[in-house]
């Protein structure tokens, strides 16, 4: 099954947007990448998708598998350890 996701991408008119995978219309604007990027992790968290951060130019930036465990099990372990 694939994961949902959501990207933060630049606004047609300025800022940045918030949008679910393979949506036309933004979930949400924001003046700032980072306000975008603090929300998209919000929204990915409790849906459990993939939040994918875009460059001013469209390209991606990087990817964030937040919807997964953020200390799985092995790095609590090792967490632990040192």
């Known amino acids: 099954m694939a994961k949902t996701s959501h990207h933060v991408v630049p606004g047609p008119d300025g800022g ?8 036309l219309r933004a979930s949400k604007h924001f003046e700032t990448k980072k306000d975008a990027e603090s ?4 929204i990915s968290r409790q849906e459990g998708s993939v939040l994918v951060i875009h460059k001013r130019d469209g ?3 990087r990817k964030d598998p ?3 465990d953020p200390l799985p099990p092995q790095e609590r372990r090792k967490q632990h350890e040192g």
């Open 39 to 42: 929300w998209g992790l919000k």
């Open 66 to 68: 937040v919807g997964s």
């Open 16 to 23: 940045w947007n918030v949008k679910k995978g393979g949506a």
């Open 59 to 61: 390209t991606i930036e």
